[in-house]
């Protein structure tokens, strides 16, 4: 399916977002360690899971912009380095301060990531590969969540966690020699030379940033995009404290529990490209719009209602597969938003505009944790974390039926 001069692409992408969930979720896994060692309330623990969203958020636009002017690959490059170093860096925390500013400085390594990866994709595959790419690198992202768990538990346990932190930087930065040396900007053939179907947003003329980030379906896109990591940082940040202090799991039944999830998400994501790109091609004559939003609005619906039941059901096993199967629809649309903006923006502005949708969506990581952990001090249960998530994807994903259109450039 994919040309050999593409593979490097596919397989160091993929590492990247193994990497880069390794080393994010590490401190939800690390959370009860750390939270014991220095003293931290759960309001606390969620205002640090929120300050990594603070760069995280501001970078994702910044990183995008940077991919569209210095380049994907030099872009990132640099932004592994930094964000290895500062995951290191969390070893080096002695109090609530000192976190909130290393994993600040984390985010900003960080958020350059998807931008970077949905304007490599761009440089180097045609309009109707790209969502089943996107999906497929961005697949890497749950399964580094997926076994951070064992890792960073089993080391915090047998060692300590401070060690867990060291060791996750050392991968990212051997991840960021091979890239260096094995990857080009851009192909010498351009991607779209063979490709049947063509974007939406091909124009001549230079369009400039202004004119798409006041466009609906690009505010409406992020706004999904912005349930969908309300529901992924829930999930990502509070969802291992959850287990051990509202169900009494254990810490290390805990590292094997939050694998289920992050697997049923690893396949959901590498699959949600697909079906997207086979719906595209079965359904031309609808518009390249209809098989995103087809994949979008049902699966953010199905994971929205998984995701609001877990916290009413009585038993651990009930949590877990709600949870599970909530991360798994979920994951199914993780590359529709990209793959939107794919096909409604010019590849001059792909990788700013998709760094503007992240920023959007990402302030629902400094938002979402900060907010759980002040509905778990004030009510004392997770109940109404869950249901507040799960109502908010149901109203997003209507609002994609409504507001996502094809955009048009006036005369």
Not at 2 to 30: E, Q
Not at 252 to 268: A, C, E, Q, R
């Amino acid at each position: 399916m994919f040309s050999k001069d593409k593979l490097p692409v596919i397989i160091l992408l993929f590492l990247a977002g193994v990497i880069n969930y390794l080393d994010r979720s590490a401190l939800s896994i690390a959370a009860p360690f750390i939270q014991e060692d220095l003293t931290l309330t759960a309001t606390q623990m969620g205002i640090i899971f929120s300050s990594f969203s603070v760069g995280y958020a501001i970078f994702n636009f910044l990183g995008g912009v940077a991919s569209d002017k210095y380049g994907a690959k030099l872009t990132l490059f640099v932004a592994m380095i930094v964000w290895s170093l500062f995951s290191g860096a969390i070893a080096l925390a002695v109090g609530f301060v000192s976190l909130i500013v290393i994993r600040i400085l984390f985010g900003m390594g960080e958020g350059p990531l998807s931008a970077t990866i949905n304007k490599m994709v761009n440089n180097w595959f045609p309009a109707n590969q790209r969502a089943s790419v996107i999906g497929l690198t961005n697949s890497g992202t749950p399964l580094g969540g997926a076994i951070s768990g064992p890792i960073v538990g089993f080391i915090a346990i047998a060692y300590s966690w401070k060690i867990s932190f060291i060791l996750i930087m050392a991968i990212g930065l051997i991840w960021a020699i091979f890239w260096w040396k094995f990857v080009k900007e851009k192909p010498a053939k351009n991607p779209n030379e063979n490709s049947a179907v063509q974007i939406e947003a091909q124009p001549k003329e230079k369009i400039p940033l202004t004119f798409y980030l006041k466009q609906k379906t690009v505010l409406f896109t992020a706004f999904a995009f912005f349930a969908y990591n309300y529901i992924l940082f829930f999930f990502l940040t509070w969802f291992p404290s959850y287990l051990v202090e509202a169900r009494g799991v254990s810490v290390k039944d805990m590292s094997i529990i939050t694998v289920i999830p992050w697997v049923l998400g690893f396949i959901g994501l590498a699959a949600g490209g697909f079906v997207s790109d086979y719906v595209l091609k079965k359904f031309a004559n609808k518009g390249v719009l209809f098989s995103r939003k087809v994949i979008l609005v049902s699966c953010l619906f199905v994971s929205a209602m998984c995701i609001g039941f877990a916290g009413l059901v009585s038993t651990t096993v009930s949590a877990v597969t709600l949870v599970a199967l909530s991360v798994f629809f979920l994951y199914l649309t993780g590359a529709i938003y990209w793959a939107i903006i794919q096909d409604v923006v010019d590849q001059n502005n792909v990788g700013s505009v998709g760094g503007f949708m992240h920023f959007l969506a990402n302030t629902a990581g400094i938002i979402g944790p900060t907010l759980t952990g002040f509905l778990v001090d004030t009510s004392g249960t997770f109940t109404p974390a869950f249901i507040l998530a799960g109502g908010l994807a149901i109203f997003a994903s209507l609002a994609v039926v409504r507001f996502v259109r094809p955009i048009v450039k006036a005369a």
